[in-house]
């Protein structure tokens, strides 16, 4: 078993995070805090003042300088943007314009994913996004609020305390926003919902206020023309995609922050304080980065055609343009572009005769041991790394930390490009998952074949044969005999015949299954809450170590795309009752029921969708709370797992406990009852809302938090995660399908395969769009077989059983069952296991996120996990009806 204090394993380094910070205040507040609150007395450790004044805002963290923008309107108008925006210079001028004036839907209309923080005279508006990948929490500071998008550093500023009746709301009803309100786990630290805007005006007012429109019912049952919808959805994600690919390409560092980073000093680009217009390069396709070390001092100069890098000893941004020679290159060749070198002395030159050459640690170029000796070490990834035979042979700095000093030779199906993602260091450029599924081959192929700049970087492996993509396949070769798992690769593969991709496979065996690596979770960033990412942390880690610097996924298309149980009742309330028939009978077939049983599986769902269509809200949720008081759990038979029909069947209501509730003790139990009956008596039943829709939404919002968590802890240091499904544009275009469409089986593959067809793609693998979630159910029961032991030993002092939420001795006894093969219920394990690994982590944290004269003086959380009265009922696993 690892060791609770040793490093990662394989010698993995957490990815830095990054978070934006500000408040808004009042002269007799800021009179009240500690040592007073001017600009130089309390600031976040590392952050980089956007403007300063009594209204500060500040960003923290590894950010890019391409991935904060701040434009002027006014001179009392300001906007600053932070992530990936698609828009130009002018169009946030506009969008700004408008936003003074309070239209700020505007705000969230661009292509990309990203935070907007307008500010206009006093008056301050931060968005949200749709899905919740871009969240934005609040709390009352210095008669005014302080706002973050990160809720630790919140915490740390006001010293709040552990909210432990939000952890069992969260444990027991994770998608359920009438049990988890506005809360976070921290006391006094608000969330702002998806969808809205916090707007803070002078003299300390508040407002959460929804930037979408409120359409009537009556219009929003009017029939949509499918087509149109559909072709909305493609034209939005091709956009996202483009978006990404129009981005400038970054060097991950394997060690340090990414090629694009911040050092110590200000932000490039950065005068008196504020961040000058137009972080992104003027041709939009190849900006500044960043070398590891390099100074962050003087003044930013926009790019040429090429790639600009400063010098680890040099005078801030060099500039670079096609056919020049960069300013202060030592000796440097030219570029395979016939530009100048990469940076101003001590570490660059260029790509190809001389890149991290002379001046490099020691002169190695790119053609002959790449990135330098001493960089990855002499002959890194191989005798001509990045041109011609790539990544063979070679020493790897990395053999010290646990990988073999050569490559491990041979592995079936596998060439040498492809084992170098078993060595973990993120390639250069844009690149994609390809795991045999819809989503992910979407998004490869789009990214493939759209014009433009390519994914890869000339001179990366495939570029010679013309591949413009790096596609990622996971193989667990654990599953050798599963052939679900069998066939996915099998999709992969074919798609991957496309002669646009560089295909790499990354294998991984029981150290890459879910629940490895737990004890060196206890070294990984603190994420804001606890997700059951955390669980297959290791798992991603591998996967994403052999991505690129910019790597797209295709998280959130189910959530997007498909359609939830519950909208079959919105069928129901729009007369529509023909279109329930096909879903009800392909729920049938996956149930496998005889064929004299079949025939009743589409009046089980009619009943059930009428019945929830006849109730309103208020019942609904009211019905939930008796539901946990009296620990009916429904949906879960002996085994645990629930199988199609009774998982629909639960799903058709307003709310539903999640899998962990039934290891909650019963006093934590009533206590989330408690929330959910004032809820219940808040909710106002003529507001028309629909279940369908209502449910859908809570889904992709607890989707989007898990995925956050997953991007914070599986990334490598300096690569980005990019989920197109979750962008603002794509989820808008997707509500406008309509619902008869969505119900239909198979209508996430058949949307996806028109959105290919649109960009010329209309060869498609034999089962395109088959479910693959049988294989990582299959995982997860493999992964609990072989750590098992880690798990009761996370389990036998349990910060959970301290804090009354859960009975420790019972997960104990199922994980034992399951260990000697016996068929238990195994449902909300990974809910358990990584919010106790969570609290772990929160109480082993020292420090803070503020310093100066006026920074608080204890930390989040210093009062460690309260501990809650005994005398509570224990949890017993409880089988559904």
């Known amino acids: 078993m690892p060791s609770r204090t040793g490093g990662t394993a394989h010698g993995w380094k957490a990815a830095a995070m990054r978070w934006l910070v500000g408040w808004n205040s009042t002269a007799a507040g800021r009179a009240r805090v500690p040592g007073g609150l001017a600009d130089s007395t309390l600031h976040p450790l590392g952050g980089h003042p956007v403007w300063g004044g009594t209204d500060p805002l500040w960003a923290v963290g590894d950010w890019r300088p391409d991935e904060i923008r701040v434009v002027d309107a006014a001179p009392d108008a300001r906007l600053a943007v932070f992530g990936h925006c698609g828009a130009r210079d002018e169009e946030l001028r506009t969008g700004l314009r408008a936003a003074r004036g309070g239209a700020l839907r505007h705000l969230t209309a661009w292509p990309g994913s990203y935070t907007a923080v307008a500010r206009v005279g006093r008056r301050i508006a931060i968005t949200t996004d749709l899905a919740g990948v871009r969240p934005v929490f609040h709390t009352p500071f210095a008669g005014g609020t302080a706002y973050a998008t990160a809720a630790l550093t919140l915490a740390d500023l006001v010293e709040a305390q552990l909210d432990v009746d939000h952890l069992g709301a969260l444990l027991a009803a994770p998608d359920v926003p009438e049990a988890l309100g506005d809360s976070t786990p921290y006391t006094g630290v608000r969330r702002v919902p998806p969808g809205h805007a916090l707007i803070l005006r002078e003299g300390g007012s508040r407002e959460i206020a929804s930037y979408e429109p409120a359409v009537p019912t009556v219009v929003a049952a009017l029939p949509v023309e499918a087509d149109a919808a559909v072709n909305g959805v493609r034209d939005a994600l091709v956009e996202a995609v483009r978006v990404r690919l129009a981005a400038p390409r970054h060097v991950p560092d394997a060690y340090g922050a990414e090629a694009g980073g911040y050092g110590t000093g200000p932000v490039p680009g950065q005068q008196d304080g504020h961040l000058s217009d137009g972080m992104l390069p003027a041709n939009g396709h190849a900006g500044p980065t960043r070398t590891r070390g390099a100074r962050a001092g003087g003044e930013a100069r926009r790019a040429g055609a090429g790639s600009a890098e400063p010098g680890a000893g040099g005078t801030g941004w060099g500039e670079h343009g096609r056919g020049g020679r960069a300013p202060g290159v030592r000796d440097g060749g030219l570029d395979d572009r016939g530009g100048g070198g990469w940076g101003d002395g001590g570490r660059g030159t260029a790509y190809g005769g001389g890149a991290y050459g002379e001046g490099a640690h020691g002169g190695r170029t790119h053609g002959e041991g790449a990135y330098g000796e001493g960089a990855y070490g002499e002959g890194a990834y191989g005798e001509g790394a990045y041109g011609g035979d790539a990544y063979r042979g070679g020493r790897d700095r990395r053999a010290r930390d646990g990988y073999g000093a050569r490559d491990p030779g041979p592995v079936p199906g596998m060439g040498p490009d492809a084992r170098r993602g078993r060595r973990g260091t993120p390639a250069p450029g844009l690149g994609a998952d390809l795991s045999g599924g819809a989503a992910s081959a979407t998004l490869a192929l789009l990214a493939a074949g759209l014009p433009g700049v390519p994914g890869t970087i000339a001179g990366t492996p495939g570029t010679v044969a013309g591949q413009r993509l790096l596609a990622v396949t996971f193989n667990d070769v654990t599953a050798t005999a599963d052939p679900a798992r069998h066939s996915e690769l099998e999709r992969a593969r074919t798609v991957a015949q496309d002669p646009r991709l560089h295909h790499v496979v990354v294998t991984g065996e029981e150290e890459a299954l879910p629940y490895a690596g737990l004890w060196d979770l206890l070294r990984m960033p603190l994420p804001d809450e606890p997700g059951p990412a955390l669980v297959v942390a290791a798992r991603h880690r591998a996967r994403l170590a052999g991505g690129s610097a910019d790597h797209l996924t295709g998280y959130g298309a189910r959530q997007v795309l498909d359609a939830h149980p519950a909208r079959l009742a919105d069928l129901l309330l729009d007369r529509r009752r023909r279109h329930l028939l096909r879903p009800a009978a392909a729920l049938a077939v996956a149930e496998g029921a005889p064929r004299g049983k079949a025939v009743l599986v589409p009046f089980a769902v009619y009943r059930a969708a009428r019945r929830l269509a006849r109730t309103p809200q208020r019942e609904g949720v009211a019905a939930a709370a008796r539901m946990l008081r009296e620990r009916a759990l429904p949906g879960l038979g002996h085994s645990g797992e629930s199988g199609p029909l009774d998982a629909s069947l639960a799903a058709l209501a307003w709310c539903r406990p999640g899998p962990a509730a039934r290891w909650l003790t019963g006093e934590a139990l009533a206590d989330v009852s408690v929330r959910l009956e004032h809820a219940a008596r808040r909710a106002d039943s003529g507001t028309g809302v629909r279940p369908g829709v209502h449910r859908a939404r809570a889904a992709l919002a607890r989707h989007a938090a898990n995925y956050r968590v997953l991007e914070q802890l599986a990334a490598a240091p300096g690569q980005r995660l990019h989920a197109p499904y979750l962008d603002n544009q794509v989820v808008r275009a997707a509500r406008e399908l309509p619902e008869a469409l969505r119900v239909r089986p198979g209508a996430r593959a058949a949307v996806l395969r028109t959105v290919l067809a649109g960009a010329g793609v209309r ?59 016996e068929a238990v219920p195994l449902d909300g394990i990974a809910e358990l296991v990584a919010t106790e690994l969570w609290l772990r982590r929160l109480t082993q944290r020292r420090g803070t996120s503020w310093t100066g004269t006026a920074a608080p003086r204890r930390r989040a959380v210093s009062g460690g996990v309260p501990a809650r009265s005994m005398a509570v009922t224990p949890a017993v696993p409880l089988d559904g009806p």
């Open 763 to 821: 060869e498609l693998p034999p089962g395109w769009g088959a479910p693959t979630h049988a294989a990582h159910l299959a995982a997860v029961r493999a992964g609990l077989r072989a750590h098992g032991t880690e798990l009761l030993d996370l389990f036998e002092q349990s910060w959970l059983a301290h804090a009354g939420l859960v009975d420790a001795r019972s997960v104990r006894e199922a994980v034992h069952s399951a260990l000697r093969g």
